[in-house]
C-alpha cells in the first residue's frame, strides 16, 4: 500500500502505523486513525497449488450450476467478436467449432442436464440452492457412471425429486412429472436409485412443510393455517401420520382446521389445490377428528356456519 500522509494532521507525530489489512493509517502518539479507506495498489495474486497463502485472492464462488467451470477450457464468447474482422473472426468460429466436437460425452450430457435443472427449478419456483444442490447430486452420479444405460431427462427429475425433499421445499412427483413430461414411476424410481446408489438419506416429509403452499393458494387466515400444523403435530403425537401421504394428512388437517374456525373450505377445493383425492381427504379427516377427540367441537363450528348461512339469505 502507498501513502502520500506524512505527519499527524494532529499533534504533527511523523511516526505513523500502517495496518495493510484494514487500509487504516494510525498515528502512534495520539491514537487519531488519519486514514481507513486505504487503496491497496500491489499486485493482485491468484491462487495456484501450491501458492504462499499471503498471495490468496478472493474470487467468483464454485458453483455446479455452470457446466463449464472446471471442466473443459472455453473457447471464448459472443461478446469477443466485437474487436475481430474478417479472417479473425473466421479463425474464432472454427476453434469454438473444434472445441465443441473435441468436448467429451460425460461434458454435453452435464451440460444439457444443468440446461434441464434451471428450467425445472424456474418453472416449479424453487431457491438457488435446491438448484446448486441438483446439480452438484447429477454431477456426482454422471462421475460415478449412473447415467449410463438412463434417460438424462429421468435421472434429472429423479435428482430434483430428492433435492427438493432434503431442502424442505417440497414439490409432488405429479408436479415433477407435469414440468418434465416424464412418468411419476420413472421419476420415483430413478430418484431412489440415485438416492441408493449416491448413499444420499432421504427422510420422510413431514406434512407441515405442505401447509404454507396450500394455506397460500386457498387464502386461509393465518388462525387456521396455524391451527393446522398444531393438528399434525397432535396426530404425530399419537402415530397417525406414519404410513400415510404427507400430502393427505396436510389436505385433511387444513380441512379440519377451516371447520373448527367456521372458514369456508369445500373437500373438492382443497382436493384441487392439493392434487390430494376427496376420499383420500375424507377418509384422513375421520381418523383425525376421531383420534384427536374434535367430533363436538366440529359439531358447535357447523352449526355457526349454518346460522350465518341463514342469516345471509334471509339478508339478501
Do not use: H
Amino acid at each position: 500500500m502507498k501513502t502520500q500522509i506524512k505527519k499527524c494532521p494532529e499533534c504533527g507525530n511523523t511516526d505513523l502505523y500502517i495496518n495493510e489489512e484494514k487500509g487504516e493509517i494510525i498515528c502512534k502518539e495520539c491514537g487519531l486513525v488519519i486514514e481507513d479507506k486505504m487503496v491497496d495498489f500491489g499486485q493482485e495474486w491468484r491462487e495456484f497449488e501450491g501458492s504462499d497463502e499471503s498471495q490468496r485472492r478472493g474470487g467468483a464462488p464454485l458453483t455446479y450450476t455452470q457446466a463449464d467451470k472446471g471442466l473443459s477450457t472455453q473457447v471464448g464468447t459472443t461478446s469477443d467478436l466485437s474487436g475481430l474482422k474478417g479472417k479473425e473472426r473466421q479463425k474464432f468460429y472454427r476453434l469454438q467449432q473444434w472445441q465443441r466436437r473435441v468436448s467429451t460425452a460425460i461434458e454435453r450430457n452435464l451440460r444439457m442436464a444443468l440446461t434441464e435443472i434451471k428450467r425445472i427449478a424456474s418453472n416449479l419456483n424453487l431457491p438457488d440452492s435446491v438448484e446448486e444442490e441438483a446439480s452438484m447430486i447429477y454431477t456426482m452420479a454422471v462421475q460415478k457412471g449412473l447415467v449410463r444405460g438412463r434417460s438424462m431427462e429421468q435421472v434429472v427429475g429423479g435428482t430434483m425429486y430428492i433435492t427438493c425433499k432434503r431442502n424442505d421445499t417440497p414439490r409432488t412427483l405429479e408436479e415433477i412429472a407435469e414440468v418434465t413430461g416424464l412418468d411419476k414411476k420413472e421419476i420415483a424410481k430413478n430418484s431412489r436409485f440415485v438416492a441408493r446408489q449416491l448413499n444420499i438419506k432421504v427422510l420422510p416429509v413431514s406434512p407441515i412443510t405442505y401447509i404454507a403452499r396450500f394455506a397460500s393458494e386457498l387464502k386461509i387466515s393465518p388462525a387456521t393455517q396455524t391451527r393446522a400444523v398444531k393438528i399434525i403435530e397432535k396426530a404425530q403425537k399419537v402415530g397417525l401420520t406414519s404410513g400415510k401421504s404427507p400430502k393427505g394428512i396436510a389436505a385433511a388437517s387444513i380441512y379440519v382446521s377451516s371447520l373448527l374456525n367456521a372458514e369456508r373450505q369445500t373437500q373438492s377445493k382443497i382436493s384441487e389445490i392439493s392434487g390430494v383425492t376427496e376420499v383420500t381427504i375424507r377418509n384422513r379427516y375421520k381418523e383425525l377428528v376421531k383420534a384427536l377427540d374434535l367430533e363436538e367441537e366440529i359439531k358447535k363450528s357447523k352449526k355457526l356456519l349454518e346460522q350465518e348461512s341463514q342469516k345471509a339469505t334471509a339478508t339478501s
